[in-house]
């Protein structure tokens, strides 16, 4: 196929079947976020349908975690007759890596990023906070669909212990038995009333705040953002520590977007009392976190089977709809770095290894992304025998998250051992699980 021919095949599929409303907006130079609004899903769709309709099919890294950008990138990728090579890690500086000031700061949980944010603000090291985190809570409905965010999922443990670790008590101001307008009064209060330290956080609904763009464009997309006055009383400042964003948006748009029936949640500290972790809350904390098994890996074997045998009713088609927030979750993964962050450099460990076991983060990450694919590739085709793809890669990746937790544990014992702290009995620690 011509570079045309491409272009074309990509139209074709944005128009149908994926019926995109911003394809007016089409163009070679157009983005598929901010441009055509396609979400991370959306993506993986169209990757689908070129391969099943036009036999365009994208190598299985490209899938996983190209940088596509753009509509000509896509047809980069497909025009070239070589594959290119990978391309070449930058040297990390000495000040730099995991031992310098520069270390990258990741972010993957919008709740985590608003208290770490105070904590880093103060210069007290908040990788330990991130424990939690990649297993946190997330929920399979009765209708055997993975949700990040649920009723039966709530925040408690991470208040409960960002006190703990860090001596700072959260209230929760958001009253869920009063109506919305009542909460978004207090909301009003408490930012016209923040003092210099304090912390207002704020549930929203990404969705409906079009000034802020974002890789998922999940609707409903519920986010947790940190408000204060600005200048102009019809404007608020927002902090939005996980997307590494701040900026005035209209007081009458984010009041929309807190008041929507599919957010509600609000928290209130004072970043000013936080103090360092002591080893003995830290040990505590990831003996409290660490969980041999792989939770998410176990809920996507058993949503696809659910699919597969029609339990309830269900039918393969209803598959995607079931895993549609499962890169909102498989993000959580990359935790993992500030957890290895943290112990290679109370032991000064080798950077070189720190490095290595990032690469196998990232093929965690990327492998979910690839399942995500296969999955969806099997509700579209209706093959049952993708099925066997689906579960290889599940047992895959299960192995693979078992090898970092398992290296991840030893690190710790390292670091346990190195502070002279006791360590919890087996069986303890089974139960604090």
């Known amino acids: 196929m011509t570079r045309d021919d491409i272009l074309a095949a990509i139209r074709a599929t944005l128009a149908d079947p994926l019926d995109i409303p911003k394809l007016a907006a089409f163009s070679p130079e157009a983005r598929l976020n901010a441009d055509l609004h396609l979400d991370s899903i959306q993506t993986l769709q169209l990757f689908l349908h070129l391969e099943l309709r036009h036999g365009l099919a994208a190598p299985e890294e490209a899938i996983a975690g190209a940088e596509i950008e753009r509509v000509s990138d896509l047809v980069d990728l497909f025009a070239r007759d070589v594959e290119a090579a990978p391309a070449a890690a930058e040297p990390v500086d000495a000040g730099e890596g995991v031992h310098g000031e520069e270390y990258y700061d990741i972010k993957v949980h919008c709740f985590v990023s608003c208290v770490c944010a105070a904590l880093k603000a103060r210069g007290i090291d908040h990788r330990a906070f991130y424990f939690g985190v990649w297993d946190a809570d997330f929920a399979v409905t009765?209708?055997?669909?993975?949700?990040?965010?649920?009723?039966?999922?709530?925040?408690?443990?991470?208040?409960s212990w960002f006190r703990a670790l860090y001596g700072v008590a959260m209230a929760e101001w958001y009253d869920h038995s009063r109506p919305k307008e009542d909460n978004a009064a207090t909301l009003l209060r408490l930012v016209a009333g923040?003092?210099?330290?304090?912390?207002?956080?704020?549930?929203?609904?990404?969705?409906?705040?079009?000034?802020?763009?974002?890789?998922?464009?999940?609707?409903?997309?519920?986010?947790?953002?940190?408000?204060?006055?600005?200048?102009?009383?019809?404007?608020?400042?927002?902090?939005?520590?996980?997307?590494?964003?701040?900026?005035?948006?209209?007081?009458?748009?984010?009041?929309?977007?807190?008041?929507?029936?599919?957010?509600?949640?609000?928290?209130?500290?004072?970043?000013?009392?936080?103090?360092?972790?002591?080893?003995t809350a830290v040990r505590d904390y990831f003996e409290a976190c660490h969980r041999p098994d792989n939770p998410l890996q176990r809920s996507v074997r058993a949503i696809v089977e659910a699919h597969l045998s029609?339990?309830?009713?269900?039918?393969?088609?209803?598959?995607?709809?079931?895993?549609?927030?499962?890169?909102?979750?498989?993000i959580r993964k990359y935790a993992y770095e500030h957890g290895f962050a943290f112990f290679w450099r109370a032991l000064k460990a080798p950077h070189d290894e720190f490095e290595r076991w990032c690469d196998e983060i990232d093929a965690l990450f990327k492998g979910l992304k690839t399942l995500h694919f296969t999955a969806l590739k099997l509700a579209e085709t209706g093959d049952r025998r993708l099925a066997a793809d689906v579960f290889a890669e599940v047992e895959r990746l299960d192995q693979l998250e078992t090898r970092i937790k398992a290296r991840l544990l030893e690190a710790f014992e390292e670091w346990r051992l190195a502070r002279g702290l006791p360590g919890l009995a087996p069986e303890a620690r089974r139960a604090s699980a």
């Open 142 to 159: 009765d209708r055997w669909a993975l949700r990040y965010h649920d009723p039966a999922v709530n925040h408690e443990a991470f208040r």
């Open 310 to 330: 029609a339990r309830d009713g269900l039918t393969l088609a209803e598959l995607p709809l079931a895993i549609r927030q499962l890169p909102v979750i498989a």
């Open 194 to 279: 923040r003092r210099p330290g304090q912390s207002v956080m704020a549930m929203v609904d990404l969705h409906h705040l079009p000034e802020r763009e974002n890789k998922f464009n999940q609707n409903p997309f519920p986010h947790y953002l940190m408000l204060e006055s600005a200048k102009d009383p019809a404007m608020f400042m927002v902090r939005d520590p996980d997307f590494r964003w701040e900026g005035e948006i209209a007081r009458e748009a984010m009041l929309n977007a807190f008041s929507q029936p599919s957010v509600a949640g609000g928290y209130l500290f004072d970043g000013d009392a936080a103090q360092p972790a002591s080893d």
